[in-house]
């Protein structure tokens, strides 16, 4: 009886910390980080941050920007050292790793960027007040993000996305041989269609003309056929070979989509679902 006492105790006490064990195994969802901006005269968002622990500073938020960079001004007071190779325009000192970048609660390490005193910046602070840089693609690829231009607030969730250094990566595709530079790029859709196109060169009409159909294929199914004259797929204009290629690396695998073709003077819509490709 003794015995059978104490595994009971011992089972009461291991079953509540074996449960809250498991709890902490399971994943918690990613802490979001809301941070206030605001809108300048020229209709770009500007947000204070710290850099290396340094700051605050303003810098311009640009959705756009390929990379991050500061001016020398940050540079210095956050004992950013660039590693040269960039022209001396405009006082670039080259590409650097910022150790700890802040804005609001959140905080980034190792985010590359630029030193330069960027000219059209320096233009914006002459109107608005000091800015010393843009947080561009190097920083905010590393979250999911929304913004609330009413109330003037980004929110922030990091995913797993580790941006590589942008900078190195342009100059590598800018000093490429020119025989790699000027290889054809091939374009190949994510779905198969099953029709081939082509357009002469001194064909100024809209759309490309449909030179064959597989039989079976998706494009067959559909209804296209040889003749037939493709304007747009899934809403997007197909004016040439390429852009009818391009136009098909969009649509999504196994979701219709509609396609705006012309025979014999008529205009005909045709649903076409792609197949999935190699």
Same mark, same amino acid.
């Given at each position: ?16 910390a ?34 290396? @622990? ?5 810098v311009?938020?640009? *959705? ?20 040269? !190779? ?7 000192? @080259? ?8 804005? !609001? ?7 590359? *960027? %630029?030193?330069?005193?960027?000219? *059209? ?12 840089g ?20 980004? *929110? ?10 942008? %900078?190195?990566? %342009?100059?590598?595709? %800018? ?5 790699v ?5 091939i ?27 597989l ?11 040889? !003749? ?20 098909? !690396? ?26 999935? @490709?190699?």
């Open positions: 009886m003794k015995i059978q006492f104490a595994l009971l105790c011992i089972t009461v006490f291991f079953i509540p074996a449960a809250q064990a498991q709890g902490q195994d399971q994943k918690q969802p990613p802490k979001k980080f809301v941070v206030p901006f605001e809108i300048i005269k020229t209709q770009h968002m500007v947000v204070n941050v710290k850099v290396n @622990g340094k700051g605050p500073f303003r311009v938020f640009d *959705t756009g920007a390929p990379d991050s960079l500061v001016s020398n001004k940050l540079a210095k007071a956050a004992g950013l050292k660039g590693k040269g !190779g960039g022209l001396p325009l405009f006082g670039a000192r @080259g590409a650097a790793t910022i150790n700890s970048l802040e804005i !609001g609660d959140l905080k980034a390490t190792n985010v590359s *960027t %630029m030193i330069m005193d960027h000219p *059209t910046v320096n233009a914006i602070a002459s109107l608005v007040g000091p800015l010393e843009i947080i561009g693609f190097t920083f905010y690829s590393r979250y999911k993000m929304s913004i609330d231009y009413e109330k003037k607030l980004m *929110t922030f969730e990091p995913n797993t996305y580790v941006p590589g250094d942008v %900078m190195q990566m %342009m100059m590598k595709k %800018m000093l490429a041989p020119k025989s530079r000027q290889a054809p790029r374009l190949a859709p994510a779905g198969l269609f099953g029709i081939r196109v082509e357009k002469a060169k001194d064909d100024d009409e809209p759309g490309v003309t449909v030179k064959q159909v039989a079976d294929s998706p494009a067959g199914i559909a209804g296209f056929k040889a !003749g037939d004259r493709l304007l747009t797929l899934d809403g997007r204009w197909t004016d040439t070979v390429a852009d009818c290629y391009i136009a098909a !690396g969009h649509v999504r695998v196994g979701q219709p989509a509609v396609a705006f073709v012309v025979r014999d003077g008529k205009k005909i819509l045709l649903k076409v679902t792609a197949r999935a @490709g190699l």
